[in-house]
């Protein structure tokens, strides 16, 4: 069997890698030479725990490589972004080109999987477009468990946390959404080679929403912390002591604030859901509201602090901790913390540190020449304003007599 996974991003390449170590043949499809390039070389360009050690062994052992165009296969796996547009409108044509590259090489008796987060109907979506590809093949029909169609199409999103891709992809429950029961267990058959938890089949429509749902629930809970955070700011209050108490509550569960939400996913799924059903969806566009609002409030304090100090900003330098969306990783995709450092470089402020410790080079969307990514002791003896935007490790583990007389905004309460 060989198996083609067309995106080798922070789920793409984890997987192939995890199913080269089970001795199936990985083909690793990504239009970034340079990632195809490095990974050949047996070399990771991301962070992940243990991947770097996974990947060097497959290739090592010719059960991976990479390449920049789909070559046929018996399983096509799709981990391709899927942000969304300005007005919030889910944005498949990463999707839509990935489907139509895979079009030109499918055969009889193929399997495709889509694992990209998307909105409810893209994989049927998905299935069209590879019908106008290939009006040769026969395709499933949704609930049609008894038309035999020359290729099975299934939906089965990932449901991993960044730092720990590795284990969960085998660890974690995977849900299996087919066009058809008969595509599901195919499917299912595939995740059983490395998935060690149970494989729940479904239709895929309940399977996008169930993604979906996932992450929508974890923006509301942030939603409800940071909404506090507001609250306990407008009276005085310590949050961080406030949650902790009312946690000792046996049935309460509050979630920590922080300076807004980030990633792929929590920051994005919710809108797929409120674009799907704009006047149902009320609860979830209002947690939206709140996560995206947050970065302001962070941006307002670091005014109070530059009042407080009473000089111009001119004469100020200031650190941002963190670029991140989470700790201890690299990845900055609709990283609050990133956007917030954007914002303060656009200040005038003498000089602008950033520490993130992840990354080697300053990120695009900041133009001035008084920004210089360094070490977190250098960072913090130097500026007059520290910002704590992300809990990394090293941050938590820091002399914090280095705060002393400083102007300190923790927006994650490690210091608080």
Known sequence: MIVSIVGLGYIGLPTAAILASKRVKVVGVDVNQHAVDIINQGKIHIVEPELDILVHKAIQNNYLKAVTKPEKADVFMMAVPTPFKDNYEPDLSYIKSATKAIATVLEVGNLVILESTSPVGTTEKMMEWMREERPDLSFPRFGDDKFRADIAVTYCPERVLPGQVVRELVENVRIIGGVSTQCAERARELYKIFVEADCLITDCRTAELSKLVENSFRDVNIAFANELSLICDKLDINVWELIKLANRHPRVNILQPGPGVGGHCIAVDPWFIVNSTPDEAKLIRMARLVNDSKPIFVLNKVNQAVQAIGKDKSELSIACLGLAFKPDIDDLRESPALGIAQKIGSISFSSIFLVEPNIDHIPNGFDSDNIEL???????????IIVLLVDHASFKSMDL????????????????
Do not use: N, Y
């Not at 977190?376 to 500026?383: C, F, H, I, N």
């Not at 007599?401 to 608080?416: A, E, H, N, P, Y």
């Open 374 to 384: 360094i070490g977190l002791e250098r960072a913090v003896k130097s500026a007059d």
């Open 401 to 416: 007599s280095l705060l002393s007389g400083k102007q300190v905004i923790d927006t994650r309460g490690i210091w608080s």
